[in-house]
């Protein structure tokens, strides 16, 4: 039972350039979220799903999509990343939108 | 909207001493959470609160649900090394809204 994963653990990329954040889940989870952490500004909600086949925005939505590909996987992508989105990302599930549980987070650097 | 204020920041304790560290609002909470997050990880969630007055622990840590539903407290009773971290207090709102995190206090502990 891995819980929540997300790949890749590190990515650096260029201004301009798109990727594609993943994230899964073993749980049997319903809802999942994407996150960023700042330092300072604590964890802030970019997406979340609250079951398979819907997604809402968050506080920080801006330059983001996201897809809810079936009950496990949730996927965060940037399509010209920006200097200002340079953060750590986590994933994160829940099965009853109370307690969540997080993945390891990835880091990515925006040059 | 609606924020959680988390103190102290930070904190540099001796091994052996006690901690106490407390998260307040001015609005009302029908959850508390607390987790913690060691360097480089995901927050792992430590404690839950479902109730006004709750009070509930695990093992050194002990965290209580405010009586008037706008604050949480968590101590962790003689610390040793392996307890330093960020440890993050979350809230979710009447009306099933998302959790909202504090910024977070950083604790440091001198063997």
């Known amino acids: 039972n891995a819980g929540v994963t997300q790949t890749p653990k590190f990515q650096v990329l260029k201004t301009g350039q798109s990727m594609t954040l993943q994230c899964a889940q073993d749980?049997?989870?319903?809802?999942m979220y994407w996150y960023r952490q700042d330092p300072g500004m604590g964890l802030r909600l970019i997406y979340y799903?609250?079951?398979?086949?819907?997604?809402d925005k968050g506080e920080v939505p801006n330059g983001y999509n996201v897809s809810r590909l079936n009950k496990r996987e949730f996927s965060l992508r940037l399509e010209s990343a920006a200097p200002s989105q340079t953060s750590v990302y986590f994933c994160?599930?829940?099965?009853?939108?109370?307690?969540?549980?997080f993945g390891p987070g990835t880091r990515l650097t925006v040059t | 909207g609606q924020q959680l204020n988390q103190s102290p920041q930070s904190m540099f304790i001796q091994e052996g001493e006690d901690v106490s560290m407390n998260c307040t609002s001015s609005?009302?909470?029908?959850?508390w959470l607390w987790y913690k997050q060691e360097p480089g990880e995901g927050p792992v969630l430590l404690i839950a609160l479902y109730k006004a007055g709750e009070l509930t622990s695990n093992g050194r840590l002990t965290a209580q649900f405010g009586i008037t539903r706008k604050d949480s407290f968590l101590n962790i009773s003689a610390s040793i090394p392996s307890d330093v971290g960020i440890y993050f207090c979350a809230g979710r709102p009447p009306g099933g809204g998302k959790l909202i995190f504090g910024q977070g206090t950083t604790l440091q502990v001198k063997p």
């Open positions: 994160a599930s829940s099965p009853d939108s109370y307690e969540q549980y």
């Open positions: 609005s009302i909470f029908n959850t």
């Open positions: 749980m049997n989870h319903n809802s």
């Open positions: 799903s609250a079951s398979e086949g819907t997604t």
